[in-house]
């Protein structure tokens, strides 16, 4: 399958490709070592470039509630343990990319991902070994040693074997061109222009087969293209609300719950008018790390 990665070459709707089901597991990473130690991008150091300092009580405080709201959620939820000198851990959206049952055998599965820092190079093994002993297929990495970080810019279309795949400082396209070949899968490039916006996942949110929350900036004019021409109701995160608090790092378990980063009124009041049911969580001490909501978990 070809990538794509202009709008003309999106020359189908993605409602005609195969249906995928609502991944029915979360997995969230005891926060225990989360903390700022290095700095691999550009919102972990504070105006003066100083790391930034992590009170690391409220963090655990902050995770608890992502904890509660995930367990009200229909889900199977699973928490891995935390692994010593891993303070991203926590950000468990990187180290796999999930994928939809029917490419790796009739289960959901992850595929280990390649990740582009070496302080976090570790947790690979460590996430995929967890999520083995609870009996989920791991798929074969990827031939390519180009890097590829999860679902931080791996993102799926709701519901459809498709895939919306970020190119920049943590994703390769050499990677993306493997995935695609092996599965024979549609992949749509996104180049990401800012470094505040390094993963795909801080600029897009695909809430649903209509429904995206984005910051256009963020992209170049392909990519601004290629979202506009597939979700028909775009909401714009305000800069502020984009940049400094993540406003598209939310999470849409379902297609209708949002849980979505706080101080972030204009973002919640587009998302309240379009009905979605909203819940908002600080989640200050994480945005320390360059992360919030939807990196925190992995959804498979
Ligand atoms: N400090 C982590 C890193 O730089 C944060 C990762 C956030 N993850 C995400 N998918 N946005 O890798």
Known sequence: MPLIRTATELDFSPTE???TPRPKRILLADPRDYDVHYAINPHMVDEDGELQVVDRELAREQWQALHRACSELDVELMVMPPLAQHPDLVFCANPALPLPPGLEGPEAAVLPS??????RADEVHHMLQFLRSRGVTCAPALESAAPLEGTGDGLWHPGRRLLWAGV?????????????????????LLNLADPDFYHLDTCLALLDEEHCLWFPEAFDAAGRGLVELAFPKRLVAPE??????????????DGH???????????????RSWNYALRELDT????????SLFCMKLQF
């Open 17 to 19: 490709l195969p249906r």
């Open 284 to 291: 200050s001490e994480f945005l320390k790390g360059g992360g």
């Open 240 to 253: 502020d609300e984009a940049r400094r608090r993540l406003a598209c790092n939310l999470l849409c378990p």
């Open 114 to 119: 390649q990740m582009a820092s070496s302080e």
């Open 257 to 271: 719950t949002v849980l979505l980063p706080s101080n972030c009124p204009e973002s919640a009041r587009g998302l």
């Open 168 to 188: 920049g400082p943590r994703s390769d396209e050499r990677a993306w061109a493997e995935l695609a070949e092996r599965y024979d899968l549609p992949i749509i």
